[in-house]
């Protein structure tokens, strides 16, 4: 709010000096001096006299008001006009559509200065003319606006929910579309005034608009262009004026955008990222990894409201080469972003604070990601660790041809790129060659994905990260998908896989070892087979009581949610959720309990369920 | 692909025809006897006889259908009658005259886009910082100042007080090839400069919005250096809302020249209308600003065509 004070404050000013011009201790406008004539400023005329020896302060003002209220008149007729029809429209559909929306927008075939000429040729110049033609030039912007929200309103859950139960359904557009449309509609007002003192000025300008000797700013203009060699500032004056009041407006226009759409002021993208997340440690208390990538404490903040919330909370788990880890959990777990940051890709929002991710790379060095710059974690990417991500629609480029992006992939590591077609084929896609120069979207969803692991997998990764890859995608599909991923980790013996997913009945089938997150936390690790015949913490068997199975008919559900993030419980974070909580579990946050050499859970009881 | 273009043609030719009743219709639309109205003198009502001999003149006393045949019938042999002031063929004054407004139109926005995109460009990747503020900052200035300040103001300091360029005029290319291009440059760059302004704001969106797709954290993920992202993954993109922009602001680009032609004394189309409005003389009016508008629907299609040219999806659906 505090930015739209000051291009409001100047917008008041100038509004306020254009209605009090009458009370205003000014000379009169329009008396003619002619011995003064093109005087400069003095102590009676602040800014001298024109041609005819008219004082230009006077007339400056004279003009705001003449042409402020053209622009507010004409907007506002244009928004009552437009706002009609674009309800009507929006409300009936149909061919009341055609004749309110669709003939209002025939207005905009039209370059609009155009039409005003056209108009000002029957009607003659004049303000009324003026007004009127620009009232009809801008009514289309405002119909289109007001049938768009019409619309939007008209199938909103709620406001069918209403119709079934018999409310008038025009009382109901008029209650939820009044507020909806406000925002939206005092965007269009402030631009369309812009727009409007912008034609006043230049149909003015041109000698067809507002009539000497009445004053606006544009007339003044015109009539300075005469003179221009002998008094140039007389040509300055009403140009500052004008610029300076669009310029006010626009500025209050973009201002009021960004207050009422707070999607507008985004943030620096990810890409343009190129410092570490976290600085450098001595390479001393590095850990190394035991196997092939190890994640250590890792603990992610998300900015809100009232300061930063803890999205991932000191995270650990290994991954040994060749081994398929499967992070579970519920969406808003902190699962994918446990992924991401492995890839160096965490949404710019979300900031690293404390732990390591650790990586022992092809090279042989120990590497921990959240501590390299962008340029060298660049190199691993696609490298040392690839990613498949969940949607395989929007994460291909739709205006290259599938092969491009495998292609990038070798090339960028250094590898020749004429495997795209082997690759093709590795990943079981029919006729390779023709595939590999089909667009996006010639291929079907389970095609694309198949893109999507040939261009992970060309460049042998030692690490595959599988976020969510089958969620995306038709059950069908899912589990050839699924084979896939089997049948290359089969033939890869090193490759280490990360796969991510909500869906307990894929993990069964493809992991070794099984990490159970919760609220950002993990709350369950150890090899799969072991965890879904015995889990340890309630929330893993709540979890698999709830996947579906052929022949069970019952499904579980775990009552209640997720916690938000910015209300984490005292205790146990599943604590609220749990059949088996007892006062202890909502007092004391539990640490995660290792016993044996491969399984941990974080429950004070779960020695009791082992 | 081929489809598409004989669909948008087919678009194109009704907006055109739709453009042309309209402009006949706009007459007959405002109240009161249009010869009347057009005789009309700051309310003294004008001599009958007079504005029954204009009637007569403008066929204003047959009926509507056969005033509407006659009016589409001479469009379609591009015969736009004789001016209401001195009786010269409208058609051949505008033959004279589009190709130096189209000169004009082609030009400015040539130069809006070598200007407007590579800055919007450089604006959205340097988001939030100094070069990304002044470019930003001065793409407002630009789009607050209308065309008629920006142009006459340039003459004032161009020509007036630094005799750098001629003030304005126009010399044909054969003549002076040299003189011909300074004389379209004054008016074409300052068109191009609220032009490039738009474009620049829009680029700047446009690449910030392609930025956080998926597609481009995808190609991060294969290891991809910034450039080569950019360069493949994002401007390509960036392009369709761009020049869906562009075609918005044509409008005001074809209006722009009508107020910047009359600044530098250019005498291409818009420059003949502004006289012919002062002279209501409506048939030349209704000729004018009906080949203006097909020139911008025109200009429409064009932009549509290269939607094509960007992207795939487009050629085969």
Known sequence: MQKLLMPGLLLTVIVAAALLAPVLPLPDPVRQDVGARLAGPSLAHWAGQDEYGRDVLARLVWGARVSLSVAFAASFLAAIAGMFLGVLGGYFRGLVELATVRAAEVVLCFPPLLLALLVVTLLGPGADTLIFCLAILFAPGFARVAYAETLATRNLDYVTAQTSLGTPTVRILMRTLLPNIAAPLIVQFSLTIAAALLLESGLSFLGLGVVPPAPSWGLMIRSARATMEQAPLLLVWPCLALSGTVLILNLLCDRLRDVLDPRGSRARPGFLRTLAALPSKRATSMPTASGLLSVRGLTLEAPGPHGPIPVVRGVEFDVAPGETVAIVGESGSGKTLTGLAIMGLLPPAISVVSGEIVLSSRSGQQLDILRLREREIRALRGGDIAMVFQDPSSSLNPLHRTGSPIAESLRAHGNPGHRVTELLRRVGLPDPSRAARAYPHELSGGQRQRVMIATAIANHPRLLVADEPTTALDVTVQAQILDLLSDLKRSDQGMGMIFVSHNLAVVSEIADRVVVMYAGQVVEQGPAAEVFAHPHHPYTAALIASTPEDDIDRLATIAGAVPQPWALPQGCSFAPRCGHATPGCESQAPELFRHGERRAARCLRWREFA | ?317
């Open chain 2, 1 to 317: 692909m081929l489809s598409f273009a004989a669909r948008r043609l087919a678009v194109a030719a009704l907006l055109v025809w739709a453009v042309a009743s309209l402009v006949f219709l706009v007459i007959h639309l405002i109240p009161g006897d249009p010869a009347e109205l057009l005789l009309a003198q700051g309310g003294v009502a004008p001599d009958p006889d007079s504005v029954a001999a204009l009637r007569e003149k403008l066929g204003l006393d047959q009926p509507l259908w056969v005033q509407y045949r006659d009016h589409l019938a001479s469009l379609l042999h591009a015969d736009f009658g004789l001016s209401m002031v001195d009786e010269h063929p409208i058609g051949a004054e505008i033959a004279l005259r589009l190709p130096r407004t189209l000169e004009l139109v082609g030009l400015a926005g040539l130069l809006a886009t070598l200007i407007g995109l590579p800055l919007g460009i450089l604006a959205a990747l340097t988001i939030g910082r100094l070069p990304d503020r002044i470019l930003s900052a001065a793409a407002g200035l630009a789009l607050s100042v209308p065309v008629f300040v920006v142009g006459t103001l340039a003459v004032l300091v161009l020509a007036q007080q630094l005799h750098w360029v001629p003030a304005g005029g126009y010399v044909p290319l054969a003549k002076d090839p040299l003189r011909h291009f300074i004389l379209v440059l004054m008016p074409a760059a300052t068109i191009a400069l609220g032009l490039a302004a738009a474009v620049l704001r829009v680029t700047r969106s446009a690449v910030l919005e392609v930025l956080e797709r998926d597609h481009v954290r995808a190609a991060q993920a294969r290891g991809l250096p910034p450039v080569t992202i950019v360069r493949r993954h994002v401007l390509r993109n960036a392009l369709m809302p761009v020049v869906t922009v562009l075609a918005l602001h044509l409008g005001s680009l074809l209006g722009g020249t009508v107020l910047v032609e009359f600044v530098f004394n250019y005498p291409g189309l818009s420059g003949y209308l502004v006289r012919a409005v002062e002279a209501r003389d409506y048939p030349e009016v209704t000729a004018i600003v009906l080949v203006i508008s097909a020139l911008f629907v025109l200009l429409n299609l064009l932009i549509d065509l290269c939607y094509v040219l960007i992207d795939p999806r487009v050629r085969h659906g």
